[in-house]
């Protein structure tokens, strides 16, 4: 099963790398940057560019998300259990 690791923003990232342990490095990362693309050093699976856009239908502020993968790994993440 795969962990995900978010952190807050570009800086925190290369700081919390050296901190990772050398098994969780494999895996890939749901990374929060409201200021720019992540580093393409950082194998992100997720990127969460906003937290301030709109979604017709739902009232306030919400996040906006890329996911960087095949088509086939992103059907992968839909069809994943989803806890009760």
């Known amino acids: 099963m795969k ?11 290369g700081e919390a ?8 490095r494999e895996h890939a ?10 580093s ?3 194998d992100w699976r997720f990127w969460q560019y906003s937290d301030t856009g ?3 239908g739902i009232r306030g502020d919400v996040d906006l998300n890329v996911f960087s ?8 993440v839909l069809d994943a259990p989803r806890a009760p």
Do not use: H, K
């Not at 990362?29 to 409201?34: A, E, I, M, N």
């Not at 993968?69 to 992968?76: D, N, V």
């Open 40 to 42: 393409a050093t950082i």
């Open 69 to 76: 993968g095949a088509p086939a790994l992103w059907q992968s």
């Open 17 to 24: 790398l050296d901190l990772v342990p050398l098994q969780l």
């Open 3 to 13: 962990r995900r690791l978010r952190l807050r923003g570009p800086d925190e990232v």
């Open 29 to 38: 990362y749901w990374v929060r940057s409201l200021w720019g693309e992540p």
């Open 54 to 56: 709109n979604v017709p």
